[in-house]
């Protein structure tokens, strides 16, 4: 199994800003997801991020608005770049793991 | 590509008693899994459980089981005894095997209430 921390669990940003979210995972994973859940929503992929080269970003998400870091085999970083209104969500990492998917516990971000 | 639906937005049960929750997919692949996640109002997305697809036997955990049906691709989650714990968001899911990327699909979701 497969243990994911995320920082922050909850931030309130302005328009306009950007907001790094941080995810830990307690194991050496070779790809790492982030997703976004808007409210009421299924999970959308935003990107697949594999260490030690660019992510992949799905249709409708790109790189200079959701910049992915994949420094190492336990780390990621996704940051929400200018920040506006519609990006309020919950934004979740995940690992895929013998054959099953782990969450972190999102990050809970609302634009002003 | 892959589709997962889930067509029943909301359900309830009485306490004690046993609901099912409905989940068809559309796939042209031979080799994948099956899962139903479940998120409680706190938000973490916890796996419940897995089904898959070479298998003909049903997966069971506890109070959870499926009925996998895998030429009608329906693959149902029935939860027996509900309990007040199991109010939360379900997800049904499907994974291509292998998954090399995006080859996770998610349902949008039943939101089940336990009724005490």
Known sequence: SAVISQKPSRDICQRGTSLTIQCQVDSQVTMMFWYRQQPGQSLTLIATANQGSEATYESGFVIDKFPISRPNLTFSTLTVSNMSPEDSSIYLCSVSLSYEQYFGPGTRLTVT | ?116
């Not at chain 2, 099956?34 to 409680?40: A, G, H, R, S, V």
């Not at chain 2, 049904?92 to 349902?107: D, I, S, V």
Request: charge should be neutral; aromatic fraction near 14%.
């Open chain 2, 1 to 116: 590509a892959q589709t997962v639906t889930q067509s029943q937005p909301e359900m309830s049960v009485q306490e004690a008693e046993t609901v099912t929750l409905s989940c068809t997919y559309d796939t042209s692949e031979n080799n994948y899994y099956l899962f139903w996640y479940k998120q409680p109002p706190s938000r973490q997305m916890i796996l419940v459980i897995r089904q898959e697809a070479y298998k003909q036997q049903n997966a069971t955990e506890n109070r959870f089981s499926v009925n996998f049906q895998k030429a009608a691709k329906s693959f149902s989650l029935k939860i027996s005894d509900s309990q007040l714990g199991d109010t939360a968001m379900y997800f049904c899911a499907f994974m291509k095997l292998p998954n090399t990327g995006n080859q996770f699909y998610f349902g949008t979701g039943t939101s089940l209430t336990v009724i005490p």
